[in-house]
């Protein structure tokens, strides 16, 4: 009788490097995250995190070395990683001359949702941004947008989410309501790959921790 | 998510187009002040030549596909700079929608927006330039739509490209100018025929140019586009 194989890693690097320029953001980086596992990715400001989630996210390419999402390569099967990964960055790949329930409307048709406003409208409760649906992006505080970049992260129902300072930005009320939002992604059997200044918060919430100095992995 | 499928790529367009249509009529000043621009341009040729009408007349084409070409500029650098905000192009790539519909949504919303501005233009060119169209409106508009067409798909693909530049406003107009002279001509010539009739029956040679022009460059756009905005 065959073995049943053990199911892929959701995270797989394998002597991964970047460069920008002459500058290398990370270097040979090697790391592998089991499947129902969380991961805490903390550095300073500058040390790869912001590189690595946008490796796996497969906004970048390595320089070297690969990364693997499920089993899936991150550079040649880009399409299939793309729809298990969803991002939250910096960034909040939002229209500001759309309205919030706009923004979200354009994403659930690229997605082929069946009810596109429904689903937005739903989507806007759950981040609280009901009242503002109609504003222009342009109108929101950063607070908001945060909230909104989420809304957009969950219409995807990512099987890993990859959230890049997640907190920044949110008032108290805002923070506790993410750790909802993040529990809630964990509970359903999302991989949480999170980059946060905020140690504590963040180890409450992921069982794996990865510290980067200069692009290298090393103890914390 | 519910109901959540991979959509097929003329359907990414249609969601891609009215999306960017959308965008365009909730920033009308942006559209007014092309429009002001493109008035403007040729106004001024008509002060620069003075007022010999027949000149005027004769060059007509050329002024009106200039002040395309000149309005064409800030239409499709406009058109990535929405996209490089909050870095949305990353957002379309990642959701993801396939680069090649991003390329023809992209192009498709720039040759509307110029050929909505050549529209505009002919009233005021017959006007102020004291020109008739001899060969009829259908032929004016087949021309208008060529041209157009010409200008943005090559104008797409250079404007994605400098949009990651820091000297984009200057790179674009010198990777698209020297590279749109082909289709400027054949615009330029086909309308002036257009314009002025057609006795030798030119005015098909100068459409197959424009026509293969477009064939040539959409064809080239769609397939390397992807190349162009991936890392």
Redesign the interface.
């Known amino acids: 009788m065959e073995a049943r194989s053990a199911p892929p890693p959701a995270l797989a690097l394998h002597d991964v490097s970047k460069r920008y320029g002459r500058r290398w953001a990370l270097a040979r980086l090697s790391y592998s995250l089991p499947q129902g596992r969380s991961l805490l990715l903390t550095g300073h400001n500058g040390s790869g995190k912001t590189t690595l989630l946008r490796l796996v ?5 390595p320089t070297h070395g690969r990364v693997e999402v499920r089993g899936n390569d991150c550079v040649t099967q ?2 299939v990683v ?2 298990e ?3 939250l ?1 910096h ?8 309205t919030a329930h ?1 923004n979200l409307v ?10 596109p406003a429904d ?1 937005a409208g739903e989507l806007l409760v759950k981040v609280g941004l009901t009242k503002r649906s109609d504003s ?1 992006v342009r109108q929101f505080s950063a607070g908001m947008r945060k909230r909104l970049a989420i809304a ?1 992260l ?4 990512p099987a890993v989410a990859l959230l890049d300072e997640p907190f920044g930005e949110l008032d108290p009320a805002g923070i506790e309501a993410m750790e909802k939002i993040i529990r809630e992604l964990k509970d359903s059997g999302v991989t949480v790959v999170l980059a946060t200044h905020l140690i504590e918060q963040g180890m409450a919430l992921c069982e794996e921790r990865l510290h980067l100095q200069e692009g290298r992995a090393v103890a914390a | ?7 097929s790529l003329l ?2 367009v249609g ?2 187009l009215a ?1 960017d249509l ?2 365009e009529w ?2 009308r000043a942006r559209l007014n002040a092309l429009i002001f621009f493109a008035l403007a341009t040729l106004l001024l040729f008509s002060f620069a030549v003075g007022p010999d009408t027949k000149v005027l007349a004769r060059n007509a084409g050329g002024y009106l596909w200039l002040a395309l070409l000149f309005a064409s500029v800030l239409a499709l650098g406009e058109s990535f700079r ?1 996209e490089q ?4 192009l ?8 396939d680069a090649r519909a991003i390329f023809l949504s992209k192009a498709m919303g720039n040759a509307l927006l110029l050929m909505l501005l050549g529209a505009l233009l002919i009233p005021v060119m017959v006007a102020l330039y004291g020109v008739t169209v001899t060969m009829g409106l259908g032929s004016f508009a087949a021309t208008v739509t060529l041209g157009c067409m010409a200008i943005s798909a090559p104008g797409t693909v250079y404007s994605a490209i400098a949009s990651n530049a820091r000297a984009r406003d200057v790179l674009l107009p010198l990777l698209l100018f020297p590279l749109i002279i082909p289709a400027l001509l054949a615009a330029a010539k086909a309308t002036s025929l257009v314009l002025q009739g057609d006795p030798m029956n030119q005015l098909g040679s100068w459409y197959g140019l424009l026509i293969g022009f477009n064939l040539i460059y959409w064809g080239l756009g769609f397939l390397l586009f992807p190349r162009v905005i ?2």
């Open positions: 996210a497969t906004a970048l390419s880009r399409d793309r729809r990964v969803a991002l960055s960034a909040s790949f939002l229209y500001e001359d759309l706009q354009v994403l659930a048709r690229l997605l082929g949702m069946d009810a689903v222009p957009r969950l219409m995807k129902a | 998510m519910r109901g959540a499928r991979p959509i359907k990414t969601v891609l999306k959308l965008i909730r920033t929405v905000e909050n870095l949305t990353d957002g379309l790539r990642l959701a993801p929608a991936e890392d």
